[in-house]
């Protein structure tokens, strides 16, 4: 027979959690985070996610972090604070939303999933605004790493895998602050959906809150 107290404690814990916002990468809509969606709401999360419109880099990636922005202002409480997910491209945008448009403020839970942090040479494809800002060296990408210490006043987890063949090079994705989680996984979009990062994902969200810096 369950233990009343503990069935009460559990639903506690879960009815403070944060809600989720997820945003994806080049070329992708909100569908590429559907398993990972299920995933975290059968474990208690609510999470919503956003069409970043155009999706194809032929608008710049400030540009595209201030419709993230828009859409916290529509569906979040002024002062909710909440937990965000960005994978790719979407890892550019949400890092610009966190630490040009305010986001550090209210962002308690970071996670950024396969990211061009340093950029990525297939970026060099296409003349797009978006892909120019996601080149090594660019303006863009010196920017947001001339302060990325910010990102520790979060609890910020990087995911990325040395087999990354969109952000090349793959440790492109690393960086000099965040908890690191390598996960050997062989396809740039499987990071969405291989089942070891669903988990790291979980518990990341799930870590209790560190004092703020």
């Given at each position: 027979?369950?233990?009343?107290?503990?069935?009460?404690?559990?639903?506690?814990?879960?009815?403070?959690?944060?809600?989720?916002?997820?945003?994806?990468?080049?070329?992708?809509?909100?569908?590429?985070?559907?398993?990972?969606?299920?995933?975290l709401e059968?474990?208690?999360?609510?999470?919503?996610?956003?069409?970043?419109?155009?999706?194809?880099?032929?608008?710049?990636?400030?540009?595209?972090?201030?419709?993230?922005?828009?859409?916290?202002?529509?569906?979040?409480?002024?002062?909710?604070?909440?937990?965000?997910?960005?994978?790719?491209?979407?890892g550019l945008?949400?890092?610009?939303?966190?630490?040009?448009?305010?986001?550090?403020?209210?962002?308690?839970?970071?996670?950024?999933?396969?990211?061009?942090?340093?950029?990525?040479?297939?970026?060099?494809?296409?003349?797009?605004?978006?892909?120019?800002?996601?080149?090594?060296?660019?303006?863009?990408?010196?920017?947001?790493?001339?302060?990325?210490?910010?990102?520790?006043?979060?609890?910020?987890?990087?995911?990325?895998?040395?087999?990354?063949?969109?952000?090349?090079?793959?440790?492109?994705?690393q960086m000099?602050?965040?908890?690191?989680?390598?996960?050997?996984?062989?396809?740039?979009?499987?990071?969405?959906?291989?089942?070891?990062?669903?988990?790291?994902?979980?518990?990341?969200?799930?870590?209790?809150?560190?004092?703020?810096?």
């Amino acid at each position: 027979m369950s233990n009343p107290r503990l069935v009460e404690e559990k639903w506690d814990a879960l009815s403070r959690r944060n809600q989720v916002l997820l945003i994806h990468g080049i070329s992708d809509t909100k569908a590429v985070f559907r398993k990972m969606s299920i995933y975290l709401e059968e474990r208690g999360w609510s999470v919503h996610s956003l069409n970043l419109i155009p999706n194809n880099a032929t608008l710049g990636l400030d540009q595209l972090a201030k419709q993230v922005a828009d859409y916290i202002a529509e569906h979040f409480g002024p002062e909710q604070p909440l937990d965000l997910v960005g994978f790719s491209m979407g890892g550019l945008v949400s890092r610009y939303y966190i630490q040009r448009l305010g986001g550090i403020e209210r962002v308690q839970r970071y996670i950024n999933i396969s990211a061009p942090n340093n950029g990525t040479w297939t970026a060099y494809l296409l003349s797009r605004p978006g892909c120019v800002q996601m080149r090594p060296d660019s303006e863009f990408i010196q920017d947001l790493n001339r302060d990325c210490q910010m990102l520790e006043r979060l609890n910020f987890t990087r995911l990325w895998t040395p087999f990354d063949l969109m952000i090349v090079p793959a440790s492109s994705s690393q960086m000099p602050v965040g908890k690191e989680v390598e996960i050997p996984v062989l396809f740039h979009p499987w990071m969405l959906t291989d089942h070891r990062c669903l988990k790291a994902v979980a518990a990341a969200l799930a870590e209790p809150l560190r004092g703020r810096v």
